[in-house]
């Protein structure tokens, strides 16, 4: 009898996280201004996600990236509305984003400083460890402050890291992270491991435009999409090879299109939303099993840390993990998955799915509760 731990839950053939960055307590009043601070107001993001995304999709987990403190402009003009992240109404909606099954990572306390006619990225504004951790440290404070728990991971503003990145994240007890824009689909389609730190891939930019967008998005936009295409690789050229290798398909966007200094911002779900139909369209034909970021590194860390013992004699079966990974997992309710090489599988125990084919293969779930004790499942075979 051959078992192995799946890759991802349920034999699936990738995973994907939505990412949407710069969500904020920050409001335009022009249409599309929202950055989060409307809440559940007809004219706020979340109303146009769920209108235009989950409507269709309702199985997709978003992941935003939350700067925590007062947001600095993008270098001149103004916010109609701005605050930090703990104040009472715009807390209760991102614990209730939480529950929703989304995610809220960290990006940032103001995500950067303008000096002289330029932002300049936050990570880049640190002058030593000290200023990095410590300003790390407030804004994760004032995440704790809004949501009463600690943030899994995060991403530096802008993906760049400065030259005390890595050790802030570390520092701050980050268990993973998104550090740099992956071009190269093939480098690390399932990101890499750093001092115990899951640095995950940022791969698929939302705002492309294949033929079948042409006459539904500006013609300017249209063709310098087309020219970042070539350059690149198409987006569903992307997409067929980190399906092949197992990655993760992480889709790039952010919250308005609106920003202070009266440029759009790149990209963005409201630009973009033909385009995130015709990606999550496509990405349809797969297997793909949509999580949000900390349910990814989980299940990774599970899998690293996993031990599969067979004991064919007995007909046997131990899956053995460290108890705080599988304290993790409990606390996420996320199962991990077995291929099994024969259908006709018997568990004698009621904490495991039936077993159910995909792609050829067979497979059973197992709730994360019974990692921490040997697991018994017999073969009829
Ligand atoms: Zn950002």
Redesign the pocket.
């Known amino acids: 009898m051959k078992l192995s731990l799946t890759k991802w839950p349920k034999g699936a053939d990738a995973a994907s996280i939505f990412m949407i960055?710069?969500l904020a307590n920050i409001y335009f009043e022009a249409p599309g201004g929202d950055w989060g601070a409307k809440g559940l107001q007809e004219d706020g993001l979340y109303q146009f996600l769920k209108e235009e995304i989950l409507k269709k999709y309702p199985y997709v987990r978003f992941t935003f990236?939350l700067v925590t403190g007062r947001r600095e402009v993008q270098v001149q003009g103004v916010y109609d509305h701005v605050d930090s992240c703990e104040k009472s109404d715009f807390a209760r909606y991102l614990r209730w984003l939480e529950n929703c099954g989304h995610e809220i990572a960290y990006?940032g306390l103001t995500?950067g400083e303008v000096a002289v006619k330029k932002f300049v990225q936050e990570w880049d504004t640190y002058i030593s460890q000290e200023a990095a951790d410590s300003k790390v440290r407030t804004g994760v404070a004032l995440y704790n402050a809004a949501l009463d728990h600690q943030p899994m991971g995060g991403k530096y503003?802008?993906y760049a890291e400065g030259k005390f990145g890595h050790r802030s994240v570390l520092n701050n007890g980050f268990r993973w992270w998104f550090d740099r824009w992956d071009d190269d689909v093939a480098v690390r389609p399932s990101g890499e491991w750093v001092d115990g730190i899951l640095y995950m891939p940022s791969n698929i930019d939302c705002s492309q435009y294949p033929i079948c967008m042409l006459g539904r998005v500006p013609i300017l936009k249209y063709l310098k999409s087309i020219v970042a295409n070539f350059r690149s690789g198409s987006v569903f050229e992307k997409i067929d090879k980190l399906v092949s290798s197992r990655g993760i398909v992480a889709l790039q966007e952010h919250t308005s299109p609106l920003r202070t200094d009266g440029k759009r911002q790149y990209p963005n779900v409201v630009d973009d939303i033909n385009s995130i139909s015709a990606i999550l369209s496509y990405l349809s034909k797969y297997n793909i099993w949509y999580a949000t970021a900390s349910d990814v590194y989980l299940y990774s860390l599970f899998r690293k840390n996993a031990v599969v013992e067979e004991d064919i004699k007995n007909n046997q079966l131990f899956v053995l993990v460290d108890e705080d990974v599988a304290n993790l997992l409990c606390k996420r309710n996320i199962s991990v998955s077995l291929k099994v090489n024969t259908k006709n599988y018997i568990a004698p125990c009621g904490n495991v799915s039936e077993v159910y084919e995909s792609g050829g293969c067979y497979y059973q779930d197992v709730t994360a509760k019974l990692l921490n004790r040997p697991l018994n499942l017999i073969s009829d075979t």
């Open positions: 960055d710069d990236f990006h995500h503003c802008g």
